[in-house]
Structures are given as C-alpha cells and as structure tokens.
C-alpha cells in the first residue's frame, strides 16, 4: 500500500488537472463510488477542480460548489492520467517492464473502475485490482467530520510536535508498532516506515508502548520525520508493487535498513535480519540493534 511520502507524491504531480473541468463520468463498478455512482455523476460533472490536499494516505479532490471527493488507493489502488502531453501513474504496479504492464494492459481495461473525463482533453482512471480502493463523494461538514474521527496528526506538522507524539504513545498497553499504524493516533505512517523508524530509533516493534523511556521516544519522534522527509525528496520507496506518478519506482528503496531485507545481514551488526507477524502485518528488525 502506498505510504504518506507515496500519496503525497501522487498529489503532487496530478496538479497537472488543476483547473481543467468534469466533462464526463464512468463508473465501472458501482460498489466502488459512494454513495451512489449515479449521485457522484450527477454532483460532480461540469465542476472545476479547485487543488488536490492529502491527510495522511487519503487523497481530497477539491471541487467548486462545495464538493470533495475522497479516493483511497487501498492495497491495489491505481490513478493513471492519459493525455496528449501527460501520462501519469500511480499507486500499486500490477507487473514490471512497461508502463502498460504497470497498470494491466491498454485502458481502459479490467481493472478500470471509473474514470473522469476532463474538458482539457485527458482522463483519470481508476483502477484497482482487488477492489478495496473506493470513491466518496462529502461537502465540507462531512469531510471535517472524517478528518476528525479517523485521522490523527501526520509527520511534518505542526500538530505533530514531540509533546503530541509522547502523548499518543505513553500508557498504551499496545506493541508500538500496533500504535504507529494506527491511522486515528498518526496519519500516514505504514509498514515500510514504521519498520525504519524503530530500526533507526534501536526500539524492537515487539515493544509495549507504554515501557518506552522520554530519550527513546525523541529518538522515534525525530526517526519518523526525518525519514518521511527524505522519503518525500525521493519520490517515495518502492518494492514490487509501487509506482509513482510519472510511472516511475520511487528512489527511497536504496536507504532501507531493515524493511524487505528479511534473513539477510544488518547493515550496522551482521545479524540476520528477523521478519515476524505483527498487528497484522509482516515485521522486519534487527534483534541485536533493536532492544
């Protein structure tokens, strides 16, 4: 699943549909809007694409008349804009060696589960191979209300001060890497970061919460951003399943320490690289690095 730095990345070069107009509107699979497919067909054609915000993984298309329309990519979520100047992909690859392998064939095609249609002459698709990536369409109540209850402070943010984070963290009866994946505690942070973070910061994901110390807990804090940030300058990580926005794999994989690199040699020690599953998840850490 594509992380913040990976969202964020798709955000920032789809502003290319800034200004341009809904001229049309397929919904493919009616299960994937809401919601209805014929309510966001109905609100969203002739309205102008004001800008593009993100909170945390969840893309927010802000359209004129007081419409916002919320995309999540999911595990398998594609956006791929196709226009005579731009062609633009991100999210989930679903194979390597051509950028219409990426993204299953000509489109549109079986994976496609809507697409937009723009008065400049291009059009986003949707697609999503195993159907977990929706479209929802809010006004500005609602979307204050969705922020609110599922979405806490994300990296690099004012909100996210150290005093923020100690307080999230401390007293929770919870395995620290069960609470930085909680998207209502912290926004953004997935597996591949949440993996470097506690790497960088020497805390073993098995951990409580609740026994970390103040000094370990500015470690983590200051781990978090700093790795984000560098995420974010280069285009985000990728493994098999990710692509950019301009169809390209991200760059951040080359800095990875501990995620991906199961049963191999820990790059500061030499002990073997141990995965485990957790809230969930498949882990990565270093046993010896890692207390």
């Known amino acids: 699943m594509p992380e913040l730095p990976e969202v964020e990345t798709i955000r920032r070069d789809l502003d290319v549909l800034i200004g341009q107009k809904i001229s049309a509107l397929d919904i493919l699979d ?26 945390g993984k969840l893309l ?3 359209f004129s008349a007081d419409q916002f329309l919320l995309i999540h990519l999911k595990m398998t979520g594609q956006l791929i804009f196709q226009s005579k100047k731009h062609r633009i992909a991100g999210g989930h690859s679903l194979a390597e060696g051509s950028f219409e392998k990426a993204v299953g064939g000509k489109l549109p095609n079986k994976y496609t589960r809507a697409i937009f249609s723009f008065s400049g002459g291009g059009q986003l698709f949707f697609n999503d191979l195993r159907k977990f990536g929706y479209l929802k369409l809010v006004n500005a109540q609602e979307l204050k209300n969705i922020l609110a209850k599922n979405y806490g ?11 923020r984070f100690q307080e999230i963290i401390k007293n929770r009866k919870t395995k620290i890497k069960a609470v930085l994946l909680n998207q209502k505690l912290i926004a953004g942070l997935g597996n591949i970061y949440v993996d470097e973070a506690l790497f960088a910061a020497g805390i073993r994901p098995t951990r409580l919460a609740s026994s970390l110390k103040k000094e370990e807990l500015e470690k983590l804090y200051k781990a978090i951003n700093r790795l984000i940030k560098k995420a974010l300058e280069y285009r985000g990580t990728t493994f098999s399943n990710y692509v950019d926005s301009r169809g390209k794999k991200g760059n951040f994989s080359r800095f990875l320490k501990v995620y991906g690199r199961q049963k191999e040699a820990c790059l500061v020690c030499k002990t073997k690289i141990v995965k485990v599953k957790l809230a969930g998840r498949g882990t990565t850490y270093c046993p010896h690095c890692q207390k």
């Open 30 to 55: 009616a299960k994937t809007a809401s919601p209805s497919a014929a309510f966001l067909k109905r609100a969203l054609m002739g309205k102008k694409l004001l800008k593009i915000e993100r909170r």
């Open 60 to 62: 927010i298309f802000v």
């Open 153 to 163: 402070p994300e990296p690099l943010t004012p909100e996210f001060s150290l005093a």
